[in-house]
């Protein structure tokens, strides 16, 4: 599905801790297999509508980072351009495409293409 919510990351300085932290609480399980020294993946529950999240290291941050999937992330960060916003050039990693866009007012998020055959 496109144009929704594809997946978010949380931010924090130190992952072992949040790891720890967010299993005690709410007994999240990590998918190893799907994570590196500088990420950790949720294990996902197969619950209908469930949008894959992990915890990236980094900056601690007051909010999550949001991903909205999208068919064509180059074609809408120039509309985002061109509609008074910022986009950054797309990054390309192993799970497709994303790119950091600001809209007019300066609210920030990301827009995420899927790498072919990850997602349906």
């Known amino acids: 599905m496109t144009n929704r919510l594809g997946y978010f990351t949380i931010d924090t300085p130190d992952l072992d ?21 500088t990420y950790a993946h949720v294990r996902a529950t197969g619950a209908v509508g469930e949008v894959p999240f992990g915890l990236r ?11 909205i999937q999208v068919a064509d992330v180059h074609a809408l960060c120039a509309r985002v351009n061109a509609l008074g916003g910022r986009a950054s050039m ?4 192993e799970t497709g495409l994303s790119a950091i866009i600001c809209d007019d007012q300066g609210v920030s998020l990301s ?4 790498a072919p055959g990850l997602v349906d």
């Open 17 to 37: 801790k949040a790891r720890a932290f967010y299993s005690a609480l709410l007994g999240w399980t990590f998918d190893d297999a799907n994570s590196n020294p």
């Open 57 to 67: 290291k980094g900056e601690r941050k007051d909010f999550p980072n949001l991903y």
């Open 90 to 93: 797309p990054a390309e990693s």
């Open 111 to 114: 827009l995420w293409q899927p």
